[in-house]
């Protein structure tokens, strides 16, 4: 290892607490008041607390196989750490988990770089509602002015300084709406009989739905061992995230999830900032959104174009090379995923039902299963890990005990969300699909400070006095 002055690992760790923050803390986030709604105040955040403890604990568990199993260190992707804790397995186990974890990750991937577009689109169409554009034509301008940061990134925190900007951007997009209720009110743009419900009547749709908002606005372990990889002293990451990332999540998912939910009460729908009238407010939290939209989009995209770019040209494919070759194979498919990604955000033009989705399907495997499975593999083939290398000794035989049945518990639970919370998010979508909007469609909605387009959008009534 390279000798570090304090300073440098200093200003390093910030710099990777930024991409863990960044990371983590995306679009999910605006959708926690609509999950808290869910659940009602109190079991809402009891699930916020145990679901935020549980994707910590999986964070850390992935970390141990990174750091402790011999044929996962040094793994700088998530497909080769899953190949070095398969290692000894038998070789259709390793076949499996390894394509498994190849379609999942790049599933999510896909599907949340296609939400970050959308809402980038819808961001730029609220900044700039007095001009009548249509939803997929702000799509398009965001993709161009994403296009030459994401064609010059190829690592994570390339750009520090935006990545710090996505943190105070997405602070602003949930402290904006919040002042703005606390100074004007939420009178005139509360969804009539709407009310704050410290118990809600939960159903199992409601329960998954919540569920799903929430275990997608958590999501860290898709790109962890990227950051590990990238990290100079990697022994610090248990500390930098529990302590530090962790609490700091933790507050801003109670902020935006709890004070949108007491603000608009149980029937806020869409993103926070999206609950705002027209005006200024508005359009400054439009404008943060936007810029924390496309810089979480530039983070996710970093991962799988660099994971495209090995497949298709592996020779090529090295983030510091500078032949011409590799820099045009890097432009093109940079250029080819931003047209996939809006294409799919334009087959799939809704947040809610989005987020719900992903986070049932996809995140569940990729999130939670397979690094616990991992862990287990591990544990199998090296069952005495810890007493070597683990900080702190060997663990007690009761911690050991307690830890396994969390896991087992983690394991359950991540598994039910995927099948029946999945099959209830299909549901919603089908029966709501008139709702939505076809594919491609204009989506003026929330767009236009027009009635014919957002009759219902939050202080319209005044100008739209028929509406019911």
Known sequence: MVDITEDEAVLHLKKILGIIVADVVGAGILAMPVAMANFGLYPGIIALVLLLA????????????????????????????????????????????????????????????????????????????????????????????????????????????????????????ILIPLGFYSIIGTEEIKVPGSKVEMFSDLSLRQIFSGSSAFTF????????????????????????????????????????????????????????????????????????????????????????????????DRTYAHASDNRPRSWIGWVCIVTSMLVLTWILANIVPFFGAAVDLLGASVTPITCWLIPLICYMRMSWDHPDWDSEGRKGGRCSKFIKIVEWIVIGIEFILALILMVFGTRSSLLTIVEEWGTFGEPFECHCEGLWQTCGCSAQHAGMAEFCPTTP
């Open 217 to 312: 606005g958590m999501t860290s372990q898709l790109i962890l061992v990227e950051i590990i990889a990238e990290m100079k002293e990697p022994m610090q990451m248990p500390t930098a995230y529990a302590k530090i990332s962790a609490p700091f999540q933790l507050v801003m998912f109670a902020v935006a999830g709890i004070g949108g939910y007491l603000y608009m009460g149980n029937k806020v729908a869409g993103m926070m900032n999206e609950n705002l009238p027209f005006g200024g407010a508005f359009q400054v939290a439009a404008g943060c959104m936007l810029t924390h939209m496309l810089i979480s989009y530039l983070i996710k995209g970093v991962l799988l174009c660099k994971s495209v770019h090995r497949a298709v």
């Open 54 to 173: 549980a994707n910590v604990h999986v964070s850390i568990v992935m970390w141990r196989v990174r750091m402790f199993c011999p044929s996962c260190i040094g793994t700088t992707t998530y497909t080769a750490y899953v190949r070095g804790a398969f290692a000894k397995a038998p070789t259709w186990q390793r076949r499996a988990i390894i394509s498994l974890t190849g379609f999942s990750q790049k599933s999510f991937l896909l599907g949340v770089m296609g939400l970050y577009l959308l809402s980038a689109g819808k961001g730029m169409g609220m900044l700039f509602y007095h001009n009548h554009v249509c939803l997929p034509t702000w799509m398009i301008y965001a993709a161009l002015l994403l296009l030459p940061f994401a064609a010059t990134a190829r690592r994570m925190g390339t750009w520090q300084s935006l990545v710090w900007m996505n943190v105070a951007t997405l602070m602003g997009t």
